[in-house]
């Protein structure tokens, strides 16, 4: 899969309420939560609407457009259900698959960051209780990170004909970071329906993994 290098710096760096500070490679893009899900007499509304006018209005007939408006409240309700659950940041990736023979498809993921309140315990302890807890986790990975000790492990899931999803696999991936605080835990989870693909994703996130710090890079600046 193919990123570009480049380094975008959001506003929230400078935000000591941040509480955790990561980098995602090129290919990622951040969905601004705080305006999608902005209530609707709100400023951030009146701009969500703005934006998205020029779009509805370039759609050429009314049936693709209710399917435009229903897919952008199924995206709102996904999006509401994961800040729900201490969700703080989602980023969609849009990757080339430049594997050998491969054919160079467009592949798609979805990127989030979490927090999870835990039981005081040695970060050690709750990073192995994390994957040890978790169900039908595998490829299970402890790493010893420069923000302190993680594991991670994965799962593939297939949606339920109950569900009225496309019975499709998706794959999940997960990397548990323990705060220093011992009380709470940070979850990154990139989840993609290109199960074979799991090496490039699973080398993805543990990039992130890596570069993720309970402390700003840039307070000394």
Partial sequence: MTTTARVIVDDSVNDPSTGIWFAVPGGFTELPTDVLLAPPASAEADRLREALAPLVGAIPDDLTRQQFIAQLASGQQLLRALREVGTVHCSLGVHRDDVPGSGGATLHSLFTVSWRDIAWSPRSVS????????????HVEFLDLPSGPASMGETVRTPTPESGLPPTPLLQIYAYLPHPDCTRMAVL???TTAVERREQYREILRQIAELTSFESPLAEA
Wanted: charged share 20%.
């Fill in 127 to 138: 990073a192995a209780r994390a994957v040890a807890t978790a169900e039908e986790h595998s």
């Fill in 189 to 191: 989870m990139l989840s």
